[in-house]
Structure formats: structure tokens, C-alpha cells
């Protein structure tokens, strides 16, 4: 079976924004074993997708639009491709309550406008998917021998839709099942797994082995096809152990959310209470921890000290030491997790400081970030040097100050070797 | 003039990366007046990018293919051109050189493989794009009416070979140009913003107006085609004035990067300094104004008050105050706002409170939040009810923290009326 993704907005033509739709979707789409031969981005343009989709049909059995489903007069995607299709519209009174809600429970902040209820407009006979993340439904309908598949275009929509929706109705063609599981790496770059893992990867065939770089980390997927679920877990088990034995402690978890959820079970299941003193990072810590709904059965809070005024208001970080030792120093950032720490009465205290860049650095060089952990027993602190890039930097100094958490939860040492 | 982007990569169908390459050459198109009306992506295979070239052919006049150019087996770009246009390939000798040369001043002596050599067979009778940035050098030819570019596909030399070699070459095909403005706004929705601008937005061809959701807020652009500049502008200032009208204050810049960055001008021009507390938005305010380079000339920083503990170490945020108002409520929002103002002593505090969802609320529901703001002029604070999606709700309240401070530095009120 193979898939074409035609991503509609022009939005994508004028170059505001990359196409991330279609690399999330096709990657999906990957661990489902449906083959992507072509990504197709149009315009707002009904003639133009019309003949996108004309192109399409001749060529692919999956047909996946992203976009065009709102509610301005540009959202043409489900009109056309109705029309494509020889389907009329209908309105769905079940959608358009839904959309009327969607706006009544936000009272306060946005009135509905009657082009909102256009979206209530679905090809007939498709599944409806409903769409909990905003107003624009999507649906999923087989015609003329091919799937159709109407996700919106906003990336949050787009992925939590495939996700809820799109994924279900696309293993449902298929009689073998994909199953798959995700091996998550941290300290340690794409190329250097890719390296480690080369020849494994070559003679792999069914279950596939495929690394992907992530943000500030790798990513190894494990997918196999299998009649049942069982059968495809027997073969992907000695996969994952291979990858485990040949990567070592920087795997830091199979089919986890992230180094943060990681970190977020760890402290729970032990019943420890965090804290973080942040400079460099200005609150990206603390922001990535409370991206998890719950967050607070483990985290009290943190401080973004953004200035030396600010650093000395934590218990322990005397303007003495900042001067003597540098904003940026291993001390300071050990007398940061200390005094935070202590200050809001925690079990274990997260200290970042460094120089995000661009300029700054004084001596060390922009990139120079120390993390420290501290907990009743004892200190411990990173120096990295992260390099350029402002958001890359940040990034990576809170991977590494979640990273030392992981180790320090589960009895490994907190230090970092890095990649000879 | 229209223009096709064929980008080739068989990593971009498994969704490894995003096509970047894309993105930027349109941005690029775009101000040089080339309309782009379709982005195709194929895999390293000749016969698909064969037919991709064939259809391409057929509804462009300008083709510009990214990747496939290397050494390897898999970068077949040029030969499939080639051929689908009736060129013969040429060994160019002086390429040859360039890329001997390029092994040779190699800092780490890698040894050139046969292979490279692969990259200096061109198209007969092509312009040579000569890539200072790698080995692979692109090209540009005239045949059959159609205009075709060939660049590399790493983003780095495929734009840098862009900006010096095949804008040149292009801005030679055209005498028009091409101008827009970005107008911001929040505070109102892109349906409601688009009913508003309908008729305007209809009646304009050039030039024209259109509407860009983005996070939380609402993008205007203004673009037109002259023959100058000057020409330009002058056809977009009274749109970019009427949009204003109708819009009103709901604009918060033009041509700015985001709220955040609108606030940290205002800041910096009044040499103000801003402190924030925050519970439910978790740190999420303060990692968006340290997104700014130098942000630390007008933050001083912040607290995450993620338990009532952490909220009473502010001066003024009493236990008996959470208890008897609740942690989520306006009192304890002001407090939070003048107690984080007084603890570092910044010019203006800001305290956000609130139910990020999902669960959570007790009355009040998921979705409410309370942003103050507190500066020597007195305590202002907003009631929001922001729907369901956490991180929606946590970008909004972000949002309104950041709006509020807008709207008082500019001396408007900072009370928000719902779009009724």
C-alpha cells in the first residue's frame, strides 16, 4: 500500500512555514509499513488541488490532505476533494454542535462567527474524525478504490488527529499488523549510533531497525509485521536488547514520552520533590516538567535567576561567589541547585547556569553551561560546552540537567563521557 | 512566472527531516516576484522522478530541484533532468579540479573516493552553480520554454548556493518585484478577523491580503508586485492603514517578530525592568521572553510557583490569602504579581494563576486563568476563561501576560474585551 501526503496552503508556497505535517505523518506512516512515494504541497487554490489530487489518485492507493479545513473561505480541501470523488457534502448537525460548544465553553474569549459552521460540511458516507484539539473535524472516506484521508493543517491538530484518528482507520486495512517500539537515546549524536548500529541496520529486514534524530537526542524505531501482536514482539525483542547492549546507559527508555516523563515516573515512584534555579535556560526546565499534565505530585516550583540580583535571593548564593567564581561556574551552579534546594524545601535541586549565546561567554566561550544536581547525598555538576545556537543550547543544557536526574533516580553516575 | 520545487530524498518520505530547502527557496521566490504553486517530494529513484519531472514540465516555468547531486549511487538529480529534457551529460574538467582541490585542502586528509568524480558530469550547455559550501556543484539550464535549477540538498549550501548563484540567475528572467508587511494582532480570533476583512480582502488583487493563524494570535500580510520599491509601497500603506482601522488596537505591531519581542522593545525603550510569577503557564512566560537575545537588559526573572508552598515565599502571598480565595483567583494573582515585583525589584510584576487542564478547576473549570499586572500605577488584572488543550492554555495565558504588558506600555487599558 502507498500513501501520497498533499498538503494544502499557501501559506507553505510563500515559505512562512516548513511543511512539518508531512514529515510527522510520514513518519507514522513508516511504522505502519505504508510506503510514501510523494508529498505534494498546493496552494489555496481549488483548481490547483483539484489537479493535485487528479495526479494522485493515478498514483497512490492513500490519499492524506493536511489543511484547508477551517473555517475561512480559502478552506477549500474537503469541496474538492468531494468533488474529485463524485461525493456530495452534507451538514452534519452533530459537528456543528460540537463546534457551537467548542466556542460556548471558551465564553469569554472568542464568539462564534456563522463561517465557523462551513466546517460542519462533510463528504457523505465518510468517518467522521472529530477534532478535540480545535474547531476543524476531519474525515476519511474510500472511493473510486482509494482512501482518503482530511486532517487539518495546524501541527498540535494535525498530529493529536492522526494520532486519535487517521492511525486507528489505517490499521484497520490491513490484515498484518505493525507493531513497534521506540528506543530513546540521550548522549550521544545520530551519527555515531548510526555507526554503532550500521551493520545490524543493513541485514534487518522484518523487524527494521531506523534511527532519527530528535531534538537534542536519538531516536532508534524497532518495526515489525507480523500476523499478531505476539509474534511481532518475539521478533522485535532481540532487536531491542541488541540496541540496549551495543548503546548502553544512554538508552534511557523503550516507548517513553520523553527524558522529562522519564524523570516524571522516576521521582513519583519514589516520592521526591524537585526544584530548579535556572539562568541560562530562563524557565525552559521548569516549562518542559510542567508540559506534564500532573506535574505537580513531584514539582514545587523553580526560579529563572536572570540576574546576579536575582541568584543572590536563593539561600547559599552570595554576590561574593558569583563575583569571585563567575555567574557562569561550577560553584555557582552548585550553589544554585543547593539553594533552591533548600529554599522551597525540596528533595532534590537542579541547578543551570551558562551562556546561551550568540556573544557573551566571557572566557569560556558562548555554549560553556554547567548543571548541577543536589541531593541529601551530595553534590554533583556537568561542564558542557553545547556549541551555537541559542535555542540548541537551551535545549540541551535542560536534556543534560534531566539526563543527570535520570542517572542520579535509577543509580547510574551522573557524569557525562562524551563521544570519543 | 511560476515555479516548482522538486525536492529529492527518499529521507524526506520516511519523515527523518523537514523540507527545509522548500520552505526557504519559497520565501526567497517569493520576494523575487516567482510564484510557486506546487512543492513536490520524491525519493531517490529515478523513475518516480521521472514522472515528477514530466508533470512538472507541464505546469511550471521554472523547475528548482534540492538534493540528489552527491557522490553516491542514490543521487541520480542530474541524470533523470538530463535526460526528461534531452541533454546529454558533459565531464567538466574544471569541476573535476574544484573537487580534487576540495579532498586535498581537507584539514582532516580524508582520501577522495572515485565516486566524487561522479558529480562533475553536467548538463550540456548549463550555467555551473560552483558550491563553496561542499562537493556536489548544482547548475541551471534553458530547454523545451522551462527553466531548470539543480542545488544540493544539505540546507546549509543549498541556500548559501542559492543567495549566490541561482538568485542571480533568476532575478535575470524578471524586472518585477515583490514587497509585503506582516500585520500582528491578537486578542482576536482568525475567523473573526477574516469576516471582518472579507470585502477588502476580495476586491484586492494587487495587492492582495490574507490571513496566517499562528499560535494563539493572528498574521496579516500586505504583499505587492511593481516595478519598484517605492511602487510598492506606496500600493500597500493604505491597506496596511485600513487594516489597522478596522482591526484597531487588537494590532500589535507591524512587521515585529512576536508579542514577546513588541514587549521587550517597549521595555528596553523605557529602561524598565520586568519580574513574573507563575503557576499553571509553569515557566512557559519566562522561557519566551529569554527567547530573546539580550532579554536579560529588561528580566530580571521569575518564579514557578507550582505548590502553595513555593507561592508563599513571595512577600505578600500569605497561606490564609491561597486558603480563603483559592490558588487560582484574582486576589492571588495580584499578590502574585506585586509580590514577585517586590522580591526582585523590577519596575513591573506579572502573576499568572490557573487550571491548565485537563482535570482540575473546582468551579471554576479547566481552562481559567487569571493574568495581573502590578507596577507603580496600580494592580490590573484579567479573568480569562481559555477552553481546553493544555498547552493551548498555557500559550494564551502567556499570551494575555504579554498583551497586558503591551497594552500598558502603550497607555491603553489592559482590560480585554471578548469579541461579542
Not at 129 to 151: E, I, Q, R, Y
Not at 219 to 237: C, D, G, S, Y
Not at 380 to 405: I, K, P, Y
Amino acid at each position: 500500500m502507498t500513501a501520497e501526503i498533499i498538503s494544502v496552503g499557501t501559506e507553505l508556497l510563500l515559505g512562512n512555514v516548513a511543511n512539518t505535517d508531512a514529515r510527522d505523518i510520514s513518519e507514522r506512516l513508516s511504522e505502519l509499513g505504508i510506503n510514501v512515494y510523494y508529498h505534494t504541497v498546493v496552494g489555496d487554490n481549488p483548481e490547483r488541488l483539484t489537479k493535485a489530487v487528479e495526479i494522485a489518485k493515478d498514483r497512490a492507493d492513500v490519499i492524506i490532505t493536511t489543511g484547508g479545513l477551517g473555517p475561512t473561505c480559502d478552506d477549500l480541501t474537503k469541496q474538492v476533494l468531494a468533488q474529485a470523488f463524485g461525493l456530495r457534502l452534507y451538514f452534519d448537525e452533530k459537528i456543528a454542535e460540537v463546534i457551537r460548544g467548542y466556542f460556548e465553553k471558551s465564553l469569554h474569549a472568542v464568539k462564534m462567527t456563522e463561517n465557523n459552521l462551513q466546517q460542519a460540511y462533510l463528504p457523505e458516507g465518510c468517518t467522521v474524525f472529530n477534532n478535540d484539539w480545535g474547531t476543524a473535524p476531519g474525515c476519511a472516506f474510500k472511493a473510486a478504490g482509494k482512501h482518503v484521508l482530511m486532517l487539518p493543517g495546524p501541527p498540535r491538530e494535525c498530529n493529536a488527529m492522526f494520532n486519535a484518528c487517521a492511525e486507528p482507520y489505517l490499521r484497520a486495512l490491513s490484515d498484518d499488523m505493525i507493531a513497534s517500539h521506540s528506543i530513546r537515546v540521550f548522549g550521544r549524536g545520530e551519527s555515531s549510533v548510526e555507526q554503532k548500529l550500521r551493520d545490524i541496520m543493513n541485514e534487518l529486514t522484518n523487524p527494521t531497525l531506523a534511527p532519527y534524530a530528535k531534538e537534542g537526542e536519538v531516536l532508534l524505531r524497532v518495526t515489525a509485521k507480523a500476523k499478531t501482536a505476539k509474534e511481532a514482539e518475539a521478533m522485535m525483542e532481540p532487536v531491542v536488547n541488541k540496541v540496549k547492549a551495543i548503546i548502553g546507559d544512554f538508552v534511557y527508555g523503550v516507548d517513553v514520552g520523553s527524558l522529562e516523563e522519564t524523570v516524571f515516573s522516576l521521582m513519583c515512584e519514589k516520592g521526591l520533590k524537585l526544584a530548579v534555579a535556572e539562568s541560562c535556560t530562563g524557565g525552559l526546565f521548569s516549562k518542559r516538567v510542567t508540559d506534564i499534565p500532573g506535574a505537580s505530585s513531584m514539582f514545587l516550583g523553580g526560579m529563572t535567576v536572570y540576574s546576579t540580583e536575582s541568584k543572590t535571593k536563593l539561600p547559599g548564593v552570595e554576590r561574593a561567589l558569583i563575583e569571585k567564581e563567575g555567574a557562569v561556574s561550577r560553584a555557582v551552579a552548585v550553589a544554585m541547585a543547593a539553594g533552591i534546594r533548600e529554599f522551597l524545601g525540596a528533595d532534590i535541586g537542579i541547578g543551570i547556569t551558562g551562556f546561551a549565546g550568540p556573544g557573551g561567554g566571557n572566557g569560556l566561550g558562548a555554549g560553556s553551561v554547567f548543571t548541577a544536581l543536589c541531593d541529601s547525598g551530595g553534590s554533583f555538576v556537568r561542564e558542557l560546552h553545547l556549541g551555537s545556537g541559542r535555542n540548541r543550547v537551551r535545549t540541551m543544557a535542560v536534556n543534560h540537567g534531566l539526563d543527570m536526574l535520570r542517572r542520579r533516580l535509577t543509580g547510574l553516575s551522573t557524569d557525562f563521557r562524551p563521544d570519543m
